[in-house]
């Protein structure tokens, strides 16, 4: 039955015998704990990216109709005094300088500022864009005053 202990002793080991690891082995395991930090640096910043891909791709989703909306209005502002400048532009220097301001105000930038939006980023509990209101009656005004009709 001793042999049979001693089998056992040999697979279990004893309780009393405290096995130090040798510096091979400490060292694996530094390497190994470099490499564990390692992935999970890798794994928190794809789980980050992937989080703000979905995100981004889900702001474009819901504001891509609002900006396409306030481009093609704008659009139609600026093509419409660019028209009226060039065919009234020499005799009304208000159209002049409201055309030059247009190229200014209109810009991206302006159109979809924060200041626009709500914090939601939705339009005024009206839903209408200010400052297309603003040019949008301008160009109503030079429409009148040189009868043009817009459909």
Known sequence: ???????LDDVWGSDS???LPHENEVKYSRD???LREQHNKRGYLDGIVSSKEANLQQGFNDGFPTGAN????????IGILQ??????????????????ESLK?????????????????????????PILQKWQAKVDEYCTLYSITRK
């Open 1 to 7: 039955m001793s042999d049979e202990n001693d089998l």
């Open 17 to 19: 015998d405290v096995e």
């Open 32 to 34: 190994l704990q470099k």
């Open 70 to 77: 306030i481009g093609f209005e704008v659009g139609k502002i």
């Open 83 to 100: 028209i009226l400048n060039y065919r009234y532009g020499q005799e009304n220097s208000q159209l002049r300088d409201d055309y030059q």
């Open 105 to 129: 105000v209109l810009k991206i930038a302006n159109m979809l500022s924060k200041q626009v939006f709500d914090p939601d980023f939705r339009l005024p509990d009206d839903g209408k864009h």
